[in-house]
């Protein structure tokens, strides 16, 4: 088990070698099995692999554990997959010691040990499933036998025998060695002679020999001797019963029940899963029994054909590669902040960067920093937090981003704050002095919502409760159980129609003589340098500006008059002549928006 590197940001990958190969040009391949970490599978996934470490922890009744042990636990637990790849053997990091868990495992001992991994499940990158891996080792309370008491010395033990096994041969029986032998050889003479009787051992056997071979085997061994205690040790019964009525008694082995292209299947299933029965049962040989293909493998192991398969295979060992030298990575990162040596103050130099601390461990010293997380966010790891990060692909403590509350934070009265205050008090910003987020150009959008959107609110309006979702802006609501809803009640609503109430609506000039008449215009005259827009002065102009400027409402002898009906003076612009325009302020000069942040005795 190895590091691989494919990112200079990203955690290591960890990989099994199974075998190394040169390529055409030179370069070293690893043909590898690849392993997950938690952070690369699904969050439905991660669920089910809490739900499994909380039945072993139950189970093999573990210590307890902090939260800071949980959380460095999660990193330390793998994945098992059959996904094999190929990666350039120069992107090898360092070794690693990965094994199968198992209930006298202690979960704790595996912090206390650098670069030591566990699995317990294999996951599908296809299917995207988790299974428990079939190779569990059934050690535990749960697997031992249970030892009855010894019974005491002159005690005679009671139990039924007959109950409790089955006898199969009687060493103290009457018969002598060389009938026995001679009891065997009739038997797998009748053994040949109903292979040849029998059509399929005939075409399977053609000839004499490979009759004799098959009815030699430990099937009719096993069916004579049963035989004989079956008669009590009569050979004359024993004989009327190895031949019958109806002809000699043909015993076959799953060796030779199985046809040549059974048995291809079992060897092409066999070099793709290895001894995983059930996984070769399941996709190559599903018409068999799981006991009849674990009897033709160990019957296949005693063939020739084994034999010759296991001298290619030790042939194309010795041709491949054993060991490959790799050399240290000396490489600078490219996430370092600063170069070691550099004068101090200059990018965190010295190990000492104001206002930033290590986002893992938070401490403010390191010989070394890394950049980490988005750019924007300006993170950054310690020396030995970075190694913690690549090898085990999280960080020592829980983080804002993972839901946990960091210690330190500022509590206190919080009146009324400005934007980059608000920023500041932000999970992703709690730091102290850290750099403030970059502000996004504000971008203006339109929510439009369906007509049956507008329906479902006043029909499900139980259901919605929009005041109480008002209150609770955060809390997501459930619009398609509300739409399917509406579409049940739909067919049962009234089909009086509502009542309105009317309201007249008045014509533009009077509301905009109203406007005018509330705030009159007061514009000068000269156009002066553009001053910054003062949002607190109940003087300035905003609204009737731009009402006034669309048209113009004359008198009756053509003489311009405003809407409050008062003559222009001379200060003042008609509507003909062109309007001044808003001043338009950059974000960056614009004053600071104050945000009121409501008390809890206030809310």
């Not at 049962?281 to 029994?289: E, G």
């Not at 919502?449 to 008002?470: G, H, M």
């Not at 509301?511 to 109940?538: E, H, M, W, Y």
Request: proline share 6%.
């Amino acid at each position: 088990y190895v590091y691989f590197e494919n990112s200079s940001s990203n955690p290591y990958l960890i990989r099994r070698i199974e075998e190394l190969n040169k390529t055409a040009n030179g370069n070293v391949e690893a043909k590898v099995v690849c392993l997950f970490r938690r952070r690369d599978i699904s969050g439905n996934l991660n669920t089910l692999a809490d739900s499994n470490a909380r039945e072993f922890e139950e189970e093999s009744k573990q210590p307890t554990l902090s939260e800071q042990q949980k959380h460095q636990l999660k990193h330390r637990e793998l994945f098992l997959s059959r996904q094999f790849e190929s990666l350039p053997a120069t992107h090898i990091r360092g070794k690693c010691n990965v094994t199968l868990l198992n209930e006298t495992d202690v979960l704790a001992s595996y912090l206390d040990k650098e670069d030591c991994f566990f699995y317990s499940l294999v996951f599908d990158p296809v299917q995207k499933t988790l299974l428990a891996d079939q190779g569990e080792i059934r050690v535990g309370s749960k697997y031992q036998a249970e030892i009855p008491d010894k019974l005491s010395e002159g005690e005679s033990d009671n139990r039924i025998q007959e109950k409790l096994e089955t006898k199969v041969w009687d060493p103290n029986n009457h018969l002598k060695d060389p009938q026995i032998d001679q009891f065997l050889v009739v038997a797998r003479a009748v053994g040949t002679f109903a292979r040849a009787l029998d059509c399929s051992s005939s075409i399977r056997q053609p000839s004499l020999h490979m009759s004799a071979a098959a009815a030699s085997r430990d099937i009719t061994l096993f069916h004579a001797m049963d035989t004989l205690q079956k008669n009590n040790y009569d050979l004359a019964k024993a004989m009327s019963t190895l031949v019958p009525q109806g002809g000699p008694v043909l015993c076959r082995d799953e060796m030779e029940e199985w046809s040549a292209s059974e048995a291809m299947l079992f060897e092409e299933a066999l070099e793709k899963y290895g001894k995983d029965f059930n996984d070769i049962r399941q996709d190559f040989l599903p018409w068999k029994s799981l006991a009849s293909v674990v009897q033709f493998y160990y019957m296949w192991k005693t063939t020739d054909r084994y034999i010759q398969q296991k001298r290619l295979k030790a042939a194309e060992a010795d041709s491949k590669l054993k060991q490959v030298y790799i050399p240290t990575y000396t490489k600078p990162n490219p996430n370092q902040i600063m170069v070691p040596g550099s004068k101090p103050g200059m990018n965190g130099a010295a190990g000492f960067q104001k206002g930033l601390s290590c986002e893992s461990c938070h401490t403010a010293q390191s010989p070394q920093w890394y950049a980490w997380g988005p750019p924007n966010m300006q993170c950054r790891l310690c020396a030995s937090c970075w190694i913690y990060w690549k090898k085990y692909g999280g960080l020592k403590t829980p983080t804002q981003l993972e839901g946990a509350a960091r210690a330190g934070s500022e509590s206190g009265p919080r009146g009324h704050m400005t934007r980059q205050e608000v920023q500041g008090m932000s999970p992703f910003t709690r730091n102290e002095g850290r750099a403030k987020l970059l502000a996004k150009n504000r971008q203006t959008f339109i929510l439009q919502t369906t007509k049956l959107t507008r329906i479902a609110r006043r029909v499900c309006e139980d259901i919605l409760q929009p005041r109480r979702a008002a209150r609770r802006p955060y809390a997501s609501i459930n619009a398609n159980a509300v739409k399917a809803e509406c579409m049940i009640r739909l067919p049962k609503a009234t089909k009086t129609p509502l009542k309105s109430k009317l309201v007249p609506r008045q014509s533009l000039a009077t509301i905009v003589k109203d406007l005018a008449i509330s705030a009159p215009l007061k514009l000068k005259a000269s156009r002066g340098p553009p001053t910054p827009i003062n949002r607190n002065q109940a003087s300035q102009p905003r609204v009737g500006q731009s009402l006034l400027g669309k048209r113009g409402f004359d008198s009756a002898t053509g003489v311009p008059y405003p809407a409050n009906g008062r003559p222009y003076t001379s200060g003042m612009r008609t509507t003909s002549q062109s309007v001044i325009k808003r001043q338009k302020v950059s974000q960056g000069e614009a004053p600071n928006p104050v945000v009121f942040v409501a008390t809890k005795d206030t809310r």
